[in-house]
């Protein structure tokens, strides 16, 4: 069991050269929001943008479209409905925060699964859609991210006791399927196949809605700067709440928001890389 801190997260972090582009950062895709919804699609995308990562495109439904270029004129804009999906030009994709687990949803999520050859994130829907289809389990590629909560976790893989009763179960999981799970709590657990990562940063004020939905976009964000998927579950996870320590300073927990905790992300890279 390794435990996170800043020392280890600053020996992960690639330096980012002073002569480079875009290019060199990859193009992350967010597949993420519904009507109702687009608020986690916007955290996610935002908490994307704010990870260093080169390109970032936002896959949405045509008729909330307007709310990405409004919030976020940073992003690229792929419209959900009617697209031949070509994946491959993109280095990382994160699917499932606010997506819906309607029959679209669906084909879109197992197009992605069955077709996508590079670095994977599924988070919220995306893993709701595949509790309640759990062949699906057994499709994933290997070393994908998942990153459930204790009750989507409980939906996947049974009802438990506690969070040690999960980690046991994450251990056996992330082997029998080769994923690596980001188990998320008050103490998040990172397990791969091979190794147990805890997490040492974060504060309670971070238990609210879109938490989860940031943690989705910066991680995708590492994996499509070519991170490791372990290394990219790491250091977003590290960074998060490094963020939201930070933010705590100047918010309590109870009025902190996560768009807080985003425009934090830039305080915490530079006290790493000290």
């Known amino acids: 069991m390794i435990k996170l801190t800043k020392k280890y997260i600053k020996s992960q972090l690639y330096k980012r050269e002073v002569f480079s582009e875009k290019s060199e950062y990859g193009h992350a895709l967010i597949i993420a929001g519904k009507k109702g919804y687009m608020g986690a699609a916007v955290i996610a995308t935002k908490a994307a943008i704010r990870s260093g990562v080169g390109l970032v495109t936002v896959c949405v439904p045509a008729n909330e479209r307007v709310i990405i270029q409004t919030c976020i004129p940073e992003a690229m804009l792929l419209i959900r409905e009617g697209n031949e999906y070509n994946f491959d030009k993109f280095s990382a994709i994160g699917i499932g925060p606010g997506l819906g687990t309607d029959k679209v949803s669906q084909e879109l999520l197992l197009s992605v699964i069955t077709h996508y050859k590079k670095p994977l994130l599924l988070d919220a829907d ?113 960074i998060h709440g490094f963020a939201a320590d930070i933010t705590i300073k100047y918010e309590s927990m109870e009025s902190m928001l996560i768009s807080d905790v985003i425009n934090n992300f830039g305080k915490a890279f530079k006290k790493i890389r000290k």
């Open 126 to 238: 995306g893993l709701n859609i595949i509790s309640n289809n759990k062949n699906i389990l057994s499709e994933i590629p290997s070393e994908t991210i998942i990153t459930p909560h204790c009750r989507e976790f409980d939906r996947l893989f049974g009802i438990h006791k506690n969070n040690d009763d999960r980690i046991k179960t994450a251990i056996i999981k992330a082997k029998k399927y080769n994923l690596i799970i980001v188990l998320k709590s008050h103490c998040t657990a990172i397990v791969s196949p091979e190794q147990l990562f805890y997490n040492t940063t974060g504060n309670s004020g971070l238990a609210k809605g879109g938490s989860g939905d940031a943690l989705s976009g910066i991680i995708t964000s590492f994996l499509a700067q070519g991170y490791s998927p372990i290394t990219a579950a790491n250091l977003g996870v590290f």
